[in-house]
């Protein structure tokens, strides 16, 4: 089992820029690949970016794609987003989560079975 716990969240004027960190522990960091998803005031959890195992595969919503990069350090048990040139409407909790590496090593947005207890994001105007 791994423990995620989140860091980086706050306030940031709208264009701005804030990295996201999500520190693991517990099992063996390449036994995961990694996610960030995020949840605004009354709207579902969504998914904004995932990462492979290995670093070599990524994915992003389309509303971040560009804008936000994820990223990993499997030395140092931590997986990054970038997020830049915020919007108002990136307002949210964002939370990290795991899922055991699949075989494909193509990262997707679905089987997240460890989560973080998320950070909050505020983009203000």
């Known amino acids: 089992q791994v423990q995620l716990v989140e860091s980086g969240g706050g306030l940031v004027q709208a264009g701005g820029s804030r990295r996201l960190s999500c520190a693991a522990s517990g099992r063996t960091f390449t036994t995961y690949d990694m996610g960030w998803f995020r949840q605004a005031p009354g709207k579902e959890r969504e998914f904004v970016a995932a990462?492979?195992?290995?670093?070599?595969?990524?994915s992003y919503a389309d509303s971040v794609k560009v804008r936000f990069t994820i990223s990993r350090d499997n030395a140092k048990n931590t997986v990054y987003l970038q997020m830049n040139s915020l919007k108002v409407e990136d307002t949210a909790v964002y939370y990290c989560a795991a899922r055991y590496r699949v075989i494909s090593g193509v990262a997707t947005s679905y089987s997240y079975d460890y989560w973080g207890q998320g950070t909050q994001v505020t983009v203000s105007s």
């Open positions: 990462i492979s195992w290995s670093g070599s595969s990524t």
